[in-house]
Structure formats: C-alpha cells, structure tokens
C-alpha cells in the first residue's frame, strides 16, 4: 500500500511540475514576443486610462461624448509614432510603391512626387530621408463681383442722430461645394481714410444660422457731425461665422460718404465684391490614413512667406496640431521649435486613433505660432510674448482645397498627401 502510494505521489507531482514548465514556457514566449514588438516594430505598450468620474465602456476605458456619440479617449490618443498595424503601414519600411499611385480620375488639380533629403536629427517623428510624399495641387478659385451676393443697405443722415446705417438682408451667397453651413453676419465699418485698417466706428449684426438669403433689419448710429460726414468711408463686409477665425470674409461693399446730405435717405442693393484674406504665409501639411490600424497621420512640413513682426526678435516658432471632433478639441500636440525665420522647417509627424466611420466628422486645426525662448525677459519684454502667425483648417466640409484634399488621402490609403495651405488670422 505504502508502494501504491508513493507511487500515486510521483506521478502527481511528475504532471504538475509539466504542466507548470508548459504554463512558464507560454508566459516566456509572450514576454519575448512583445519585446520584438517593441524593439523592432516600435510598438510601446499603452498606459492605461483610469479616471473614476469617467463613465466605463465594456472594455474599461473612459469614454468621451461627442454630439451624442461615445469616443474612447484611448483611441484619440496620438500613441506612438509608428503604426500598430502590419509592418507595411510603418512608415519607417514602407512598402508600399507610391510611384505606381496614380491621380483620382475627377480631381481638381494635379499630384506630383517629391522626396525629403533632410537627416533625422531627433528620434522617429521626423519625416525620414528620401521619403516619398505626393503633392496635390488645387488651384485657388477666384470669385468675381455677384457671385457670392449682394447686400440690401439704406443710410440717412440727421442733425439729430448722426448717420444711421440700415442693413436689411443679404440675398445669394455663394452655396459652399462641401455642402458645409453658411452663418452669415455683417460687419459695419466707418473709416476717415479708405486706406485705414482701423475704423473710428464700428458694428455688427447677430449670426444667422445655416442660410444663403440672411434677413437682418438692424440699424446703427454713427454720431458724426455734418459736413465732417462726408470725408468717411462706409465699409460693409459679409462674413461667415468661424470660431476658430478672427473673421471669415466673403465679400465686401466700401462706398465714399462725399455726396451725403442731411435728411435724404438712400437705399441700394449691390452686388458684393470678394473679399481678399490677408495672408499671413503658407503652410504645407500633409495627409494618410492607415486603414489597417485606423490611424490619421498628419505632418506638417514646412513653412514659407511667415508674417513675422518687426518687433519681434529672439523669438522660437512652432506649430501645434488640434484635433477637432465636432466643435469639441480632443487632442492636442505640437512640433518641437525652430528659430524663426520666414521659411521654417518641420518635418514632423503625428498620429491619431480614429475609426473610419468617424473620419467624416474630424477636423484638424493647424496654429504657427511664435514662442517665447529661453531669451524671453518677462520684465523688459526682449523677446516678444507669444503670438499665433496664422492657422488653418483642414477637413472634408471646411472648403473646396481641403475637401480635395481629403478626398484624395482617403482615396489612396499609406499614401502621404500634401497641400500647401494659406494661414489667415
């Protein structure tokens, strides 16, 4: 019995001592295999996302509510700057023979291949050298006079009051091709010189919502005494509400005051002239989407003809990239500095996790900026605080060049598409 019994105990710890060397050969294999990933694939494992007052999705990350949709904050994650997909979308081997890509038949503009040369001088997020990248042309489409509307105004003047401006309605404006909202306003303006850019009085309207034939009836007193009047400018310019703008003009009427006198009212409607945005430089941003992973990668390349102001000095610029779901900004992220000059280099790229069904809805704002250096003297003021040059926006409902634009990363997936974009205040 003894026998039995001992014997019973060494097969027992015989198939216990197995299955624990199977259980630790599978736990090692794991272990080994995600240190490939990590130092070959340039895969790093993920953090986490824990906040209690977060409300949990089935998988334990914290969700974010957009516009009555629910976003893991996980996936908007900018993560690491390689891909989590197959080895084909890492954009360091890419794989993919963008030469062989041809333009979408349809397209406005054209597509042209240019490559980088420039060497990596700080870890993986720069564009790496030779690189292929396809350029996108779209060209500027110039609206002449009528074609983005016209405004119905009346103005009189009186001893009493002054000169009262009337704006009743504006009627055509130019239906966007993204299928985007109009949100027109009036801007009212009263300049000694037509060569001002600051007025000696000025008014605006309230925003109409989502509308091509805006009605205002609003009127507005300018106390001006007479003849003084008549050496003014009356400026009315029609503008499309955009909260990440200062002003979005669309066209514009400036009419000389010379010939007004007292009590004699006068009602016009004239057809508008197209606005023309200051540019503050331009900016060149490319596009991909890696549909295996479900990452938007966007890069931002260079900078050229920056409006930098004279006082400024010994200062840094940079730009920063926001991700826009809704009117919400997710994610927020932004180059490292380079000294500023007219013409600035970048070259870097990030990522976003974003399914593909929520791509429609995204937009990415990008803001060049000054940045104050290590030079900066808060006392004195040597080095000039910070200030944005311009941004711009980028996505399939803001404008013609970036619907295009957009169109043709989706079009050709791992394929970088870039576009030079002008920077408005």
């Known amino acids: 019995m003894a026998l039995r019994g001992g014997a019973s105990m060494l097969a027992f710890l ?41 409300s949990q999705s089935g998988s334990g990350k914290p969700l974010i509510s957009v516009a009555g949709e629910s976003w893991s904050k996980s996936s908007l994650d900018s993560g ?5 997909g197959s080895p084909s979308e890492t954009y360091g081997s890419l794989q993919t023979d963008l030469s062989t890509v041809p333009a979408s038949p349809g397209t406005p503009g054209s597509l ?64 966007k091709e ?73 066209g514009e009427l400036k009419l000389p005051l010379d010939d007004i006198e007292p009590d004699q009212q006068r009602r016009e409607t004239i057809p508008l002239v197209p606005s023309i945005t200051e540019s503050k430089g331009d900016v060149l941003i490319s596009l991909s989407y890696l549909p295996t992973s479900k990452r938007l990668l966007v890069t931002v390349l260079q900078a050229r003809g920056l409006i930098i102001p004279e006082q400024v ?14 009117n919400r900004k997710i994610r927020r992220k932004k180059t490292m500095a380079t000294k500023t000059g007219k013409n600035v280099t970048f070259e870097e790229r990030f990522f976003f996790d974003i399914p593909l069904e929520k791509l429609e809805r995204i937009k990415v704002l990008v803001v060049v900026t000054n940045g104050r250096d290590s030079g900066y003297d808060s006392e004195s003021g040597a080095g000039g605080p910070e200030v944005d040059i311009g941004k711009v926006l980028i996505g399939r409902s803001v404008d013609r060049k970036a619907h295009a634009h957009w169109n043709e990363m989706l079009l050709h997936p791992r394929v970088q598409v870039a576009q030079w974009y002008t920077l408005k205040a």
């Open 178 to 250: 993204t299928g985007a909202s109009t949100d027109p306003y009036v801007r009212i303006q009263l300049l000694k010189d037509s060569t001002r850019l600051q007025p000696e009085f000025e008014f605006q309207t309230p925003i109409k919502k989502d509308t091509e034939f805006p009605i205002f009836e609003q009127s507005f007193t300018a106390r001006v005494g007479f003849p003084a009047v008549q050496e003014y400018y009356l400026k009315l310019i029609v503008c499309d509400y955009n909260k990440y703008f200062e002003t979005d003009a669309i």
């Open 112 to 175: 042209e291949t240019f490559q980088f040369d420039s060497l990596i001088t700080d870890g993986s997020e720069l564009v790496s050298p030779g690189e292929e990248v396809r350029f996108l042309n779209i060209p500027h489409a110039d609206a002449t006079v009528g074609e983005v509307g016209s405004l119905e105004f009346s103005m009189k003047y009186t001893n009493v009051k002054g000169l009262v401006v009337t704006v009743h309605a504006v009627s055509n404006l130019q239906v």
């Open 313 to 326: 000095e010994h200062i840094e610029t940079y730009a920063r990239i926001i991700l826009i779901v809704g």
């Open 80 to 84: 690491s700057v390689h891909s989590r």
């Open 14 to 54: 015989i198939i216990a001592v197995t299955i624990g060397s199977i259980f630790g050969a599978g736990l090692l294999l794991c272990v080994l295999y995600r240190l490939l990933k990590y130092y070959k694939l340039g895969e790093k494992p993920r953090k986490s996302l824990k906040s209690p007052a977060s």
